[in-house]
């Protein structure tokens, strides 16, 4: 369709609808003798008569009446196209993957992209729970668009965005002593039963070097790789963890989470293919996710379990 045919549509579905020619003039922004020649034209063109002209009025034939109907179809298309125009431009290419690791991705990030994906119409996601190991070779590899992990010591996928710091949580049996503590001095730990996280992680170097600062010697009794295995193993009575916030949050009534002074950050690493800019649809998750995090003044695991929409 030319752009002379198509304005010729929109005078005549506007003096259809306002019922007559200056008001269709004043809604288009033309001037009268603009929108009767666009009518004149678009009857010699098409060979119809739509309007009887009578006292400078122009009154709708049966014709005009049978053609208008065509016509509001075709702008309701031509608005249909529009909107999935900007969904698509809204979306990338209508498809996002992530990967996250475990303490994230378990119910945390699958929670937020089920409403990214849900506000956004005709888009596909996939999730990909993950080591964070695994989720760096995911995006290096260019099989995801987005990820979230520990940071491990090699890897080729490009930091899409600066580290995001994850609040970390004192993890206690339900009866410990510390207990009914809202903050817990490291130093009060001194001598006390812990569960580690594993080597492998930045996180375990993190939490090491906090005591050691400070002088505080634990008891290690326990190793694991997973913060929610630690947590099970709190929740056994087998001792403390310092976990982040979010995997603390799953275990709420079964452990006690507490904040611990001086308060530690676990960052978590952003990642993004390496060699092309992040998608427009994996930005603004991540903006979901960045918005949604607790912050630095947030460390009770509690927050987790509850997040409000609002956070979002």
């Given amino acids: 369709m030319t752009p002379r045919?198509?304005?010729?549509?929109?005078?005549?579905?506007?003096?259809?609808?306002?019922?007559?020619v200056s008001r269709a003039a004043e809604s288009l922004f033309l001037t009268q003798p603009a929108v009767t020649k666009l009518l004149r034209a678009l009857e010699e063109e098409t060979g119809l008569g739509l309007f009887d002209r009578r006292r400078r009025r122009l009154v709708p034939t049966h014709e005009a009446r049978r053609f208008e109907q065509e016509v509001t179809r075709f702008f309701a298309a031509a608005r249909q196209v529009d909107r999935l125009a900007?969904?698509?431009?809204?979306?990338?290419?209508?498809?996002?993957?992530?990967?996250?690791?475990?303490s994230l991705g378990i119910s945390f990030?699958?929670?937020?992209?089920?409403?990214?994906?849900?506000?956004?119409?005709?888009?596909?996601?996939?999730?990909?729970?993950?080591?964070?190991?695994?989720?760096?070779?995911?995006v290096q590899s260019g099989q995801?668009?987005?990820?979230?992990?520990?940071?491990?010591?090699?890897?080729?996928?490009?930091?899409?965005?600066?580290?995001?710091?994850?609040?970390?949580v004192l993890v206690l049996p339900l009866r410990h002593r510390l207990a009914r503590r809202r903050v817990v001095e490291l130093r009060e730990?001194?001598?006390?039963?812990?569960?580690?996280?594993?080597?492998?992680?930045?996180?375990?170097?993190?939490?090491?070097?906090?005591?050691?600062?400070?002088?505080?010697?634990?008891?290690?009794v326990a190793e694991t790789q997973s913060a929610a295995a630690a947590c099970e193993m709190v929740a056994e009575g087998l001792g403390f963890a310092i976990v982040d916030?979010?995997?603390?949050?799953?275990?709420?009534?079964?452990?006690?989470?507490?904040?611990?002074?001086?308060?530690?950050?676990?960052?978590?690493?952003?990642?993004?293919?390496?060699?092309?800019?992040?998608?427009?649809?994996?930005?603004?998750?991540?903006?979901?996710v960045q918005a949604a995090m607790p912050d630095g003044e947030d460390r009770s695991g509690r927050w987790a379990a509850q997040m409000p929409e609002g956070r979002c």
């Fill in 5 to 20: 045919r198509y304005h010729q549509l929109q005078a005549f579905i506007a003096v259809m609808q306002l019922g007559s």
């Fill in 86 to 102: 900007s969904n698509m431009r809204g979306a990338g290419l209508g498809e996002l993957r992530v990967a996250a690791m475990p």
């Fill in 109 to 138: 990030v699958p929670r937020l992209l089920a409403r990214f994906a849900r506000e956004a119409q005709g888009l596909r996601v996939a999730m990909t729970v993950a080591s964070s190991l695994e989720v760096h070779e995911l």
């Fill in 144 to 168: 995801v668009d987005l990820g979230f992990a520990n940071p491990v010591s090699a890897g080729g996928a490009m930091a899409g965005a600066p580290p995001i710091p994850l609040p970390g």
């Fill in 189 to 220: 730990l001194e001598g006390e039963p812990q569960v580690s996280l594993g080597r492998q992680y930045r996180l375990r170097d993190l939490v090491d070097e906090m005591f050691e600062r400070h002088g505080v010697a634990t008891v290690s």
């Fill in 245 to 288: 916030a979010v995997t603390a949050g799953r275990y709420e009534g079964r452990v006690v989470t507490v904040a611990v002074r001086p308060a530690i950050d676990f960052p978590v690493q952003v990642l993004a293919p390496a060699g092309r800019p992040m998608s427009v649809l994996a930005a603004r998750f991540l903006g979901m």
